[in-house]
C-alpha cells in the first residue's frame, strides 16, 4: 500500500505541475516572441486566457489533493491489520490510478488532439498573428481539456468515495472480499455506475462540447497557416481542393441523374415482359463509373 | 471506514496460486500470439462477386451456399459509420452465411472509404443515387420489378427512405438495429443507453457545421471514441483484462482479434451526409416526422406499403429499443412484424443465440412473404 500511496502522490504532484508550468512557460515564451501585439494593420490580437488556465488549473489541483487523501484513507483501511500483500497493492495500484481515467475514458478528447495537433507547438515560434491564433486555439485547447479531467475526476472521487463505503459495509458486516476477482468486480461496477451517470451530467456534456469546439478551432487556425504558405508558394489550399471536389460531386450527381434518364426512357418504351425469376444475365463487374 | 475488521482478506496461497495461474495464461497467449498469421483473423470470407461499381461503391453477389428457397435476392445495405464486414465476421457467426444456408439470393452493397474528396455527398446521393443503383443492377440482373432489402443500423435507414420513396421497387424490408426515431431514448431513459443520442442533443448546429468544415468528413476514429466511452469501464479494461481472459484459448482469442479488426475498420463519414445524419436526424428527429427530404422529396413513411420486419436488440446501448419500434405505428402497411432479439448492439449479429435466431427468423418470415 505504500507503494499505491507513493504512486498517487508522485502522479498528482507531477501531474499538477506539469499543467501549471506549462501555462508559465508558454506566457512567458510567446510574450518574448510576439510582445503581445498583432502585425501592424490587423486586428488586435487577443492574448490567450492565461488566467482562464489557472482558475482551470486551481480546480483540478484542489479534487487532486482531494483524490490524494482518499486514496490515503482507502489505502490504511483496505488491508488494515494484515500483512501487506504486494499483488494486492500492485493490482489496486492499477486499478484505482484516476489518471487511467483522463487517458483512456476522455477518449474522444483523445481523438481530437491527435486529429488536431498536426505541426507540433516548437515549429510555431517564430511566426506572426497567424501563428498567434493558432497558439491561442491550442491553449484553449488544453484548458478545456484541463477542465474536461476536472469533471473526470470529480467522477473519479466519487467512484472511489462509493467503493470505499462498500468495503466499509463489508467489513461492518464482518464479511470480506476473498479474491481479486470480487474486488475487481466490486470496482469496476461501481466506476461503471458513476461513468455512465456522469456521462449524462450537464457539466460533462458541456466540456466535451467544448473540447469540440475548441478541437475544431485550433484545425481551423492551423488551416489558415496552411492556406497562407500554400497560396505563398502556388500551391493549391485547402479552400480550392473541396470547390474542385464539390464541382465533381455535382458532376458526378448531374451524370447519374442523365445516365438514369436515358435508361429509363426506352425502357419506359419497350416495358419489358415482367414475371418469373430468372438467373443473373451475367457474371462479370458491370463497371459503370462516370 | 471503521476498524471493524479489514474488508479484504486474499490469502496468500491463493494469490500465489492466481498469480502462477496468470502467468501461465499469458506465457500460452503469448505462444500462441506469435503464430498467429493475418488470414486466421481474415473477417468477411464467405466468397462474392463483384457485380457492379461506380465511384467507391461496389455492389457484390454471394456465391450460394445452398439450393435457393427464397424467389426474391435480397440486397444487405450496411450504414456509413462501421463497414458490413459486421454481417460476416467469421465462418461460426455469419449472418450472412446464415442466410445463404438457408436458401436466400444474397447481395451486399460496400460503400468503400469515403475520404476529404468525399465531404460533398448527401444521403441524397447515397438512397436516391447508389442504393437506387444497386437495386435497379439487380433486378436488371433477376429481370424482376422488386427486391427484398436488409437494412444494418444507418443502411437500415437508408432502406426505410428508399422504401418510402420508390415502394414500387421493394418487395419486403428487413430492418436491424434501425433507429427511426431518434429521441426515442427518452422513453425508457435508461443508464448507459441512448448516450449518442443525448450527446448529440447536446450540441448546436453550428458546432457540427464547423466540425465538418474543419474536417471535410466526420472522422472514422472519432466516432470509434464515441462508442468507447458508451461502454467505459469495458474501454479501460479491454485490453490488459478481457483479453487476458481469452488469451490461452485459441478460438475465443481469434474471436476477440476479428472483432477488433472490425472495430479498427471504421470509415470516414462523409461531411454533407453526416451533417444530415446529427443535425437532421438526431437533432432535429425530422424521419420518424415526416420532415427529412431527399432529392427534394419528402420521405412519407406512410409510403412503406411493402411487408416489413423490425428486428431490434433488448438490450441495445446505442440504438435503444424504442428509437426502432417507432416505426411500427408510423408505416403504411399492417403486415408489420417485430423481432425483438436478446443481447446489445453487435450482440445481434454474433451473440451465440442471437445470430441464430436472426437468420432462421429472416428467413421464415421471409418464405412465408413469397
Not at chain 1, 131 to 145: E, G, K, P, Y
Not at chain 2, 181 to 204: A, C, M, P, Q, Y
Request: charged letters at 25%; hydrophobic letters at 40%; one cysteine or more.
Amino acid at each position: 500500500m505504500q507503494a499505491l500511496t507513493e504512486l498517487w502522490s508522485r502522479g498528482g504532484k507531477d501531474f499538477a505541475a506539469a499543467q501549471h508550468g506549462t501555462s508559465f512557460d508558454i506566457a512567458s515564451r510567446l510574450a518574448t516572441a510576439t510582445g503581445q501585439e498583432g502585425a501592424p494593420g490587423s486586428a488586435p490580437v487577443t492574448f490567450f486566457d492565461l488566467q482562464g488556465m489557472t482558475k482551470a488549473n486551481e480546480a483540478f489541483a484542489k479534487l487532486w489533493s482531494s483524490a490524494i487523501e482518499l486514496s490515503q484513507t482507502v489505502t490504511r483501511n483496505a488491508q488494515q491489520g494484515k500483512k501487506q500483500d504486494p499483488l494486492v497493492t500492485d493490482l489496486l495500484g492499477k486499478v484505482f490510478d484516476p489518471r487511467a481515467w483522463f487517458s483512456s475514458m476522455d477518449g474522444m478528447d483523445q481523438a481530437l488532439q491527435r486529429m488536431a495537433e498536426g505541426p507540433r507547438l516548437a515549429d510555431l515560434w517564430d511566426t506572426e498573428r497567424k501563428m498567434l491564433n493558432v497558439f491561442n486555439a491550442w491553449t484553449a485547447l488544453r484548458q478545456r481539456s484541463l477542465e474536461h479531467n476536472t469533471v473526470m475526476l470529480d467522477a473519479w472521487l466519487k467512484a472511489a468515495g462509493k467503493f470505499a463505503k462498500d468495503l466499509n459495509e463489508t467489513a461492518d458486516r464482518k464479511e470480506a472480499l476473498g479474491s481479486w476477482r470480487e474486488l475487481l468486480a466490486l470496482w469496476v461496477e461501481t466506476a461503471n455506475t458513476a461513468l455512465l451517470e456522469t456521462q449524462r451530467s450537464d457539466a460533462y456534456l458541456k466540456s466535451q462540447r467544448e473540447i469540440l469546439k475548441a478541437s475544431t478551432d485550433l484545425r481551423l487556425a492551423q488551416q489558415e497557416i496552411a492556406a497562407f504558405y500554400s497560396e505563398m508558394f502556388g500551391y493549391p489550399t485547402r479552400a480550392e481542393l473541396d470547390d474542385v471536389h464539390r464541382t465533381v460531386t455535382e458532376l458526378r450527381r448531374e451524370l447519374r441523374a442523365l445516365q438514369r434518364a436515358n435508361r429509363d426512357a426506352p425502357k419506359a418504351a419497350r416495358q419489358p415482359p415482367k414475371g418469373s425469376r430468372k438467373q443473373p444475365t451475367q457474371a462479370g463487374p458491370n463497371r459503370n463509373t462516370p | 471506514m471503521t476498524n471493524s475488521g479489514a474488508p479484504i482478506h486474499i490469502k496468500p496461497e491463493q494469490a500465489i496460486s492466481e498469480a502462477a495461474a496468470l502467468g501461465e495464461k499469458i506465457a500460452r497467449g503469448a505462444e500462441l500470439f506469435s503464430k498467429l498469421r493475418d488470414n486466421e483473423v481474415a473477417i468477411a470470407t464467405t466468397p462474392k462477386d463483384e457485380v457492379w461499381r461506380q465511384d467507391k461503391v461496389t455492389l457484390h453477389h454471394y456465391r450460394p451456399l445452398a439450393d435457393t428457397k427464397i424467389a426474391t435476392p435480397m440486397l444487405i445495405v450496411y450504414g456509413l459509420i462501421g463497414r458490413y464486414t459486421m454481417a460476416d465476421l467469421q465462418e461460426d457467426r455469419s449472418l450472412v452465411r446464415n442466410l445463404l444456408n438457408l436458401g436466400i439470393d444474397l447481395y451486399v452493397v460496400d460503400w468503400g472509404n469515403p475520404s476529404r474528396a468525399d465531404r460533398w455527398l448527401t444521403l441524397d446521393d447515397y438512397i436516391d443515387g447508389y442504393l437506387a443503383e444497386c437495386v435497379r443492377v439487380i433486378s436488371e440482373r433477376h429481370r424482376i420489378d422488386k427486391v427484398s432489402l436488409l437494412g444494418i443500423c444507418e443502411g437500415g435507414v437508408f432502406t426505410t427512405c428508399y422504401a418510402a420513396l420508390h415502394p414500387d421497387t421493394v418487395k419486403a424490408m428487413v430492418l436491424t438495429i434501425t433507429p427511426i426515431d431518434f429521441h426515442g431514448d427518452t422513453v425508457e431513459n435508461r443508464l448507459g443507453h441512448g448516450f449518442i443520442n443525448i450527446w448529440t442533443r447536446s450540441l448546436k448546429p453550428e458546432d457540427i457545421d464547423r466540425l465538418i468544415e474543419a474536417y471535410g468528413n466526420l472522422p472514422g476514429e472519432f466516432m470509434g471514441s464515441v462508442f468507447s466511452q458508451m461502454t467505459p469501464m469495458r474501454t479501460l479494461m479491454k485490453y490488459n483484462l478481457d483479453m487476458l481472459e481469452v488469451m490461452d484459448d485459441e478460438k475465443k482469442f481469434l474471436n476477440f482479434l476479428r472483432m477488433e479488426k472490425w472495430i479498427a475498420d471504421r470509415p470516414h463519414h462523409p461531411g454533407e451526409a453526416a451533417k444530415q445524419w446529427l443535425k437532421d436526424l438526431y437533432q432535429d428527429n425530422k424521419l420518424i416526422n415526416n420532415a427529412f427530404t431527399v432529392n427534394g422529396r419528402q420521405v412519407d413513411l406512410g409510403n412503406i406499403t411493402m411487408p416489413v420486419l423490425n428486428v431490434f436488440a433488448k438490450d441495445d446501448h446505442i440504438i435503444p429499443p424504442a428509437t426502432s419500434q417507432a416505426l411500427g405505428a408510423k408505416v403504411g402497411t399492417k403486415d408489420y412484424t417485430e423481432l425483438p432479439l436478446p443481447g446489445g448492439h453487435v450482440g445481434v449479429f454474433v451473440g451465440g443465440k442471437s445470430q441464430a435466431l436472426l437468420g432462421s427468423g429472416i428467413a421464415k418470415w421471409l418464405s412465408e412473404r413469397q
